[in-house]
């Protein structure tokens, strides 16, 4: 993925995810052109995930699964405090989890199964009280799993 993606301006709507109901969609405003969903899962994508995705501010969804990306989690994804649903499952991303994820306060849906992963589940995600759906199944994790915020009524079967 280009390291300017931040500085790019799209038109209206454009579609690279092979799924039919999947689609870019951007929101015009008088003052500024506010990109709110990027679905590219299942797109053949491949390369690093680049810090310059935290500067998309008004980014609600960021659907990347089903790839060949690879690399760590910038922890510049902290910076999209509108972000409601972070998908990047079923790829080859390694490193650990960000602790700065913790402050994407809008987030519901966190979905990083399927990859490489290692360390601990940061506490701090414990602290995104609409947090409704965590998966970060499928990896290298240790650690305890924080006990309060969504984590509190997981089944341990």
Do not use: W
Not at 64 to 89: A, M, T
């Amino acid at each position: 993925m280009p390291g300017n993606i931040g500085n790019r301006r799209f038109t209206n709507r454009i579609s690279l995810a092979k799924s039919m109901n999947s689609k870019k969609y951007e929101r015009e405003s008088k003052t500024e052109k506010m990109r709110v969903y990027r679905d590219l899962g299942n797109s053949n994508l491949s390369g690093y995930l680049v810090a310059d995705l935290g500067k998309l501010e008004h980014l609600q969804y960021l659907e990347l699964y089903k790839n060949n990306l690879q690399g760590r989690i910038p922890i510049e994804l902290g910076n999209l405090k509108s972000l409601i649903s972070l998908d990047l499952y079923n790829n080859n991303i390694s490193g650990s989890i960000p602790p700065s994820l913790g402050k994407l306060k809008s987030l519901v849906f966190l979905r990083l199964n399927d990859n490489h992963l290692t360390g601990r589940i940061p506490r701090e995600l414990a602290d995104i009280s609409s947090l409704k759906v965590v998966d970060v199944s499928n990896n290298n994790l240790c650690g305890t799993i924080p006990i309060k915020g969504p984590f509190e009524h997981i089944p341990l079967n």
